[in-house]
């Protein structure tokens, strides 16, 4: 599926007198993905995830030191390792073990994200697991919890909302494949698309960019992508 829809930060194009090479990119100081529902560095059930990411960020002035992934699918470690380039063998981590939303669970990926990066850090955390009752979760402590927001410069999220078209869309096609932009039942009845919009102000009044970006080829998706904080912020 074409991702162009997404648009992560130009940092290398950005100009910064108070940054150490003149660009924003040379500002941070780590550059770190997290990514839930990551499947494999060159597959995905929406296309290649993994290896469009670190291509993109990186042609941008922002290559990972360090890339977390969580993947519940059971997968044979030498076959995924395998598809990984050497650069970013040191910088990879996989776990293939389901993520948890207990904020007292120290495996919560936003728990391991804030014992690892830094505020001056770049931080871009995804999340797509296609499961409301953990990702759900996740983004209100994402929100709520000061020691998460302000570390998180780009949050990426496919919002499973009660929005019809995208359920109509999701039944309809999942009848006859395998993989459809659409979510059928897959959503959390009592969140709207309204709802949406008004958790993803929240995140933007924290300080940072803010961007809701539809997608319309045959089918309408929905994706989210926000940044929590940056230089120009006051935060």
Known sequence: MNKEYIMPLQAQSIPCKLCPLGTLASLYKQKLFFDLGSSTWTQGAGGSSQNWFADVYESNGLEFVRMLMWEVAPQKPAELLAQVPAKYYHAYQYYNVPASADINDPKNPLNLMDRIAEKDDFVVFKLDIDT???ENPLYRLLN???RFYTKVDEFMFEH???FA????IGAICL???QFCPGWGDGVELSISL???FRFFHSLRSKGGYFCLICELFC???VF???AGHNVFSPN
């Open 165 to 168: 078209h995208m359920r109509i």
């Open 175 to 177: 009848s006859f494949f």
């Open 144 to 146: 709520s919890t000061e």
């Open 132 to 134: 409301p009752s953990i």
């Open 224 to 226: 989210v992508h926000t």
């Open 219 to 221: 089918l309408f998706q």
């Open 194 to 196: 309204g709802d949406s």
């Open 160 to 162: 499973h909302v009660n």
